[in-house]
Structures are given as C-alpha cells and as structure tokens.
C-alpha cells in the first residue's frame, strides 16, 4: 500500500539540473510538499482507526486496528529523511545555480571588457605592444577555462554558456589575427614608440582643452591662409621597417571626388636616393593593416618629392632632370619630360633631406613643383604645371635660398617653408603667395618626434600634413585663420 509512494521517493535525480533553474525549483517545491502530505497522512492512518464500543457489562472496549505491521515506521523515518535531504540537495543546487548566474553575469561583462579593449586595438595604430596581446591571451584563457568548468558542472546543454564559449573562441581568433598582422613592426615600434605614445596621449588630452577653431571645407580656399597646425599623430612605421628612414607618403586628392581616399607610401632605399616600389592604400584602415590595394613599381624615383594626385604618381626621374606621371590604375608611366632648366644631382636640396631637388606639391588649385635653377643661384623656383602636359604654365621666383629651408609645401597657391629649431621642433617661417608674388615671414611651430621631416605634403582632401618623419609617418592637423 505504501510502496508506490517509497517508490515515487527514489525516483527524482537530483544530481542533474534542469536548464532552467526556476522551472525546476517549482518541480522540486513540488515533489517536497508532495513528501511531507504523505508523511502526515500516513501518520494520520496509523493511529486514526480507533472504534469504540460499549460491551455487554458497561465497560468500554476499544480496538485500536493496526494495518499492515510490515509498514515501517522506520520506513516513514526513512522517508522523511530523504525528504530532507532532498530539500538539502535542493538547496545547495539552487544557490549553486544562482552562483552560476552570477559568475555567467561576470564572464559577460569581462568579455565586453575584452572585446572593446580588442576593438580600441584594432582602431588605434600604435597604442598596442606585445605584452598587451600577452595580457589579453591570458585573460582570455582564463575566461576559457571559467567557462569549460562551469559547462561540465552544468549537466546538459545550456544556451547562455555555449553562447559565451563561442565569444571566447572568436574573441582568441580576433587576438591571434591582430597579433600576427603586426608581428613585421612591434619590436620596432616598442623600441622607439614609447616616447611617441606618452607625446600623442598628451597631445589628445590637449585636444579637449583648446577650443576649435572654425574649419573650412576641404579643397576651398575661403580662408586667409595658415593658422596653426596641430600637435603630430604618428600614424604608423613605413611598410619597409624602421631602417628606411627617408621617403614620402601622403593622401591622394581627386578634385572630382574629395572624399576618396588613396594613400601612398613610397620609401626610398637606404641609401635615401632613390625608390623603386611604392604602396598604395584604399583606405586609412588599409593603411593601419599593412593591406596594400597595390605595390608597383618603378625604375627609378628619385628623392622624397613624389605626389599621388588625381590617381597619378607624379615622380623625379632618377639620375634625370625628367619628371614623370605615372598611371597607377594602368601600372604604366604615361609621360616623362624634362622639366625646364631644373638643377639636380642633389645640388640645391633642402637642409637636412638629400636629393630633394625636384619636390612636388599638390594644393586646391592643382599640382605645382618646386625647386631650383642655376639662374635662381639655388633660391626657390615655384612652377605651376599642367598635369596633363606636364608642361610648365607659370613660375615665380622667391629670394629664399632653398637649401637652407628643410621642406615646403603648397595651400591655395601660397608656398610655406619650413626650417629646423631643434631636434624636436620645426618652424614653417616663410611664405610665397603666388596669387600675389608677395612673400613674407610666418611663425608655425610644427612639434615632431623624430629630427629630421623627409618629407612634406599637404592635402587639400582632408586639409592635413603628411609628414614621412625618419621612417614614421605622421600627419598634422591644419587650421586656417578666417
Ligand atoms: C478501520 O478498520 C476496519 C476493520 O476493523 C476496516 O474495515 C476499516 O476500513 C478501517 N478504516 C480505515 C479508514 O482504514
Ligand atoms: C569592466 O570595465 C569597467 C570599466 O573599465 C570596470 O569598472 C569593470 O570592473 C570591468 N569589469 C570586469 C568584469 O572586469
Ligand atoms: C563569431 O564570429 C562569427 C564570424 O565572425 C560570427 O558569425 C558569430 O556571430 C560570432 N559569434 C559570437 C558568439 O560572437
Ligand atoms: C572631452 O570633453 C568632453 C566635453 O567637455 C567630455 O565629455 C569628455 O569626457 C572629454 N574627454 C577627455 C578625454 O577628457
Ligand atoms: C597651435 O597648436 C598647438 C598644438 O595644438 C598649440 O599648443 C598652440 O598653442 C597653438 N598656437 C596657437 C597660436 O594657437
Ligand atoms: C593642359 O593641357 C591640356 C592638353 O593640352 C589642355 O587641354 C588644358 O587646357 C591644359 N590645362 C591648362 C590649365 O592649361
């Protein structure tokens, strides 16, 4: 008679849990209330068959009728015990599976730490070392492991955590990626980019204090001329390595379509005369991963004069008076001529940066070229080409003597020069308005991070300064008085 119930007693597993914790503190709840209704009412049964009598001589005669004398109250004992074991095991399931949520709140919490960390890492360009991808590897190891014990003391499946053991195999594949993309440049870049990093991290939080000046939009020439540049952000290592530290780069500017944005970088070999290959980049993230869009190849480009305008390389032939554009959709030079009594052979070159001697420049009103002439006895020559001819449509002289200014470049038709103040700050100081053919003296302090600018160029797409700074590649912001 009261198998049945015993029977009902063993059968509830509680070592495993069921997914969902609240489904299953309701079954448990359940089965418990179920034990101890049983328990009273078996109580009840045994001592409440009671009949009394009344017998022939008065007396009261009562029989007590007692069931089945096979059922334990041992058994009843038995089962209470087990009740409460059960309860007991309940319990401490229950609080474990709180504890789980807990933990499963804290393992998500910590991988959106993780992934926004990995997110800034794939955003910034330098702010990133191997110690870091060391840091994060064992965090993420760590979290690994959390989350294989928590799934083998989770009987069955559970959503929540293989959805979390999912994120972290993805989050170690997004590590090791980012990792391996920089292995070429880290060593080189922890040697020499503390320094530039405590730089660009001071120069941020100065970027909060000082006020905005109005800008312009870019390729317009509303403005009245240069008003500041910004403190340098070191964008990256040259695609060479550490050892080519003379070369250029900047943006490409299509006036058709400002907005496109190409890149190139084009380091000379070491010997800082001439190049033979050059990248270019679809896009700036392109540029942070090394992905070149294409490397091509010339034979050869002399000094760190080299524009990309309009989707044309425009180069210095080596050992040539040449200057030649070149199609880099096509991969072909499409026109090569010389350029009218131009001094080469690094006569003439700026301060500090050898074989200079023709530097182009791109602004808002097309391509120019600037160098000098034996007739100019070295001071500055300003021509403005035809980029389709190449061919020169006007030239003005300066009285500034070339070789003693380290770099120039073009805005609006204003040529400024830069000169050297110390190791770590440059000064444009000198300008050459051909809209005027006035010239006149500025007072610009550019900051760098290494000595020597190799090259400078200006972009009017995103109105900035592309610095190739011994073999980093910086830009500056630009602003412009109104
Ligand atoms: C009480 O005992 C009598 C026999 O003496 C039995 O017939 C009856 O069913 C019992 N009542 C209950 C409620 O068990
Ligand atoms: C996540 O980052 C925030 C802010 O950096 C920090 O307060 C919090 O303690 C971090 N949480 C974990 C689980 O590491
Ligand atoms: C893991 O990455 C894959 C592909 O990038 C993506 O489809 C999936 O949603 C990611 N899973 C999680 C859990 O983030
Ligand atoms: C910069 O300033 C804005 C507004 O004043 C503020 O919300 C933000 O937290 C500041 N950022 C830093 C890095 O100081
Ligand atoms: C020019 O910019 C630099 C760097 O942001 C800043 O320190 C300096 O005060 C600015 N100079 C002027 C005159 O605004
Ligand atoms: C440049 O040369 C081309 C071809 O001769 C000519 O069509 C164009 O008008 C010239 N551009 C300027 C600005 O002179």
């Not at 006036?255 to 400002?258: A, F, G, L, Q, T």
């Not at 500034?400 to 200014?405: A, D, I, K, L």
């Given at each position: 008679m009261y198998h049945p119930y015993h029977a009902h007693v063993e059968e509830p597993e509680v070592q495993k849990l069921p997914n969902d914790p609240i489904l299953m503190t309701s079954e448990l709840r359940n089965l418990f209330f179920i034990l101890v209704y049983i328990l009273i009412d078996v109580s009840l049964k045994l001592f409440a068959n009671v009949t009394g009598t009344l017998d022939d001589h008065g007396s009261c005669q009562c029989s007590v009728y007692l069931p089945d004398t096979s059922f334990p109250v041992q058994k009843a004992e038995q089962l209470q015990v087990i009740a409460t074991t059960l309860i007991q095991k309940f319990e401490t399931e229950l609080s474990q599976v709180r504890e789980y949520s807990k933990r499963i709140e804290l393992y998500q919490q910590q991988i959106l730490n993780i992934t926004i960390r990995v997110e800034h890492m794939e955003q910034s360009s330098i702010s990133y070392t191997e110690l870091d991808f060391q840091l994060l590897k064992v965090e993420i190891s760590d979290l690994e492991r959390l989350v294989t014990q928590l799934k083998s003391s989770v009987v069955g499946s559970n959503v929540i955590i293989d959805q979390i053991y999912l994120e972290i195999m993805n989050l170690t594949i997004l590590v090791n990626e980012l990792e391996s993309m920089d292995k070429n440049n880290i060593l080189a870049i922890r040697r020499q980019i503390v320094s530039l990093q405590n730089q660009l991290r001071e120069c941020e939080n100065s970027k909060n204090i000082t006020v905005v000046p109005p800008s312009f939009p870019p390729g317009s020439c509303i403005h009245r001329g240069l008003l500041n540049v910004s403190q340098p952000y070191v964008v990256k290592l040259n695609w060479k390595g550490f050892s080519y530290k003379y070369g250029s780069w900047g943006r490409d500017y299509s006036?058709?379509?400002?907005e496109k944005e190409i890149y190139w970088v084009a380091p000379l070999e070491t010997n800082g005369r001439y190049f033979e290959y050059f990248r270019i980049y679809g896009s700036f993230d392109d540029l942070l991963l090394y992905k070149t869009m294409y490397e091509r190849r010339l034979r050869y480009g002399e000094g760190s004069g080299a524009v990309l305008y309009n989707n044309y390389f425009y180069y210095h032939v080596y050992g040539s008076s040449n200057i030649a554009k070149y199609d880099i959709n096509a991969n072909s030079v499409v026109l090569s001529k010389a350029l009218p009594s131009a001094t080469v052979g690094n006569r003439f070159s700026y301060a500090g940066v050898s074989w200079q001697d023709i530097d182009f420049a791109v602004d808002e009103n097309g391509l120019w070229v600037i160098y000098s002439t034996e007739n100019s006895m070295g001071n500055i020559v300003i021509s403005k080409l035809?980029?389709?001819?190449?061919?020169?449509l006007n030239t003005w002289q300066t009285r500034?003597?070339?070789?003693?200014?380290s770099n120039a470049f073009m805005v609006c038709g204003i040529l400024y020069a830069t000169r050297i103040l110390s190791t770590r700050k440059e000064e444009i100081f000198y300008m050459y308005d051909t809209n005027t053919g006035e010239e006149g003296s500025v007072s610009v302090i550019m900051d760098k991070n290494l000595e020597t600018i190799q090259s400078l160029a200006y972009s009017p797409a995103d109105q900035r300064l592309y610095v190739y700074n011994d073999g980093y590649l910086v830009r500056y912001d630009v602003t412009f008085q109104h």
């Open positions: 006036p058709s379509e400002p035809n980029e389709t001819t190449l061919d020169v500034q003597y070339r070789p003693s200014v």
